[in-house]
């Protein structure tokens, strides 16, 4: 019997979307994986003074036994051993490159907006802690993650994401802004310091090139990214065509009198996705 605790086993459902990202000692980790029928990528990268491709590779991975999420392909291992998840990625020479060790505090998942009935819900795992092993060395590590089943897919699609932590990893934010079809989606949520989760209301948010505002009741947010590194994984198939971009960086928080600094991920996708028909 599965635990409720640990993630289910990979189900290769049609259109599938699966990452982490990890913050340790002023460094970023990265792994990226999407599934489809006819087209199947992940990839890796770290920032350490500077961006780089860890490896990529366009193998399909393998579910192992059981009912939890066991992975491996030929650069990456990812599992959930009772509760703690294991990402585990191999650099060009087969070697290991990094190994992520990692337990969620917020486990939240809400419908999907761009087909609800039929689409599964989209996990988010924001505030990932642990430690992660990189050059023989083990660091104090957060991190996020974010699981998407797309049964069915829009044709087109555009968004902006954001993954940060703030003074440390004292509090996790995270945002996007996004059409999918022709359906718009955004929101700003994050996890304060004790705990308690706040919510933009209802669609006070929203994503310029560099800065989020979002307003939570008497509460108006402001906060600025500044790049650090740029990395891009090109989706191009029969039925895709479509890019996705992360990048690293440094954030500085606004809240009235209040200002916090912190490190973040964003994503940027943009692109054909599949041969559905327009709405």
């Not at 491709?53 to 579910?63: A, L, M, P, R």
């Amino acid at each position: 019997m599965q635990n409720c605790g640990q993630r289910p086993a990979f189900r290769f459902v049609e259109n599938d979307s699966l990452q982490y990202h990890f913050f340790a000692n002023d460094m970023a980790f990265s792994v990226r994986l999407v599934y489809r029928s006819n087209i199947c990528v992940h990839a890796a990268w770290v920032y350490d003074n500077g961006i780089r491709e860890i490896n990529k590779s366009d193998q399909v991975w393998t579910q192992m036994g059981g009912d939890c999420l066991n992975i491996c392909s030929d650069i990456m291992e990812i599992r959930d051993e009772d509760g703690e998840i294991i990402v585990i990625c191999r650099d060009k020479s087969g070697g290991k490159s990094f190994t992520a060790r990692v337990r969620p505090i917020h486990v939240l998942a809400w419908k999907d907006t761009f087909d609800e009935d039929a689409n599964d819900e989209v996990l988010h795992l924001p505030d990932l802690k642990g430690t992660l092993e990189y050059k023989g060395e083990i660091f104090p590590a957060c991190g996020y993650c974010k699981h998407v089943e797309w049964r069915q897919a829009p044709r087109y699609t555009g968004y902006r994401f954001l993954h940060g932590i703030l003074d440390g990893g004292e509090c996790a934010l995270w945002s996007a802004d996004a059409v999918f079809g022709y359906k718009k989606y955004d929101y700003f949520k994050m996890i304060q310091p004790d705990g308690a989760i706040a919510v933009a209301d209802g669609e006070l948010s929203s994503h310029k090139q560099h800065t989020i505002y979002a307003k939570i009741g008497s509460r108006e947010i402001q906060v600025e990214f500044a790049e650090m590194g740029a990395w891009q994984l090109p989706l191009v198939g029969p039925e895709i065509d479509m890019v996705i971009q992360q990048r690293y960086g440094r954030i500085s928080y606004r809240e009235g009198s209040i200002s916090k600094s912190g490190v973040a991920v964003t994503e940027y996708g943009f692109g054909k996705f599949s041969n559905a028909p327009l709405p």
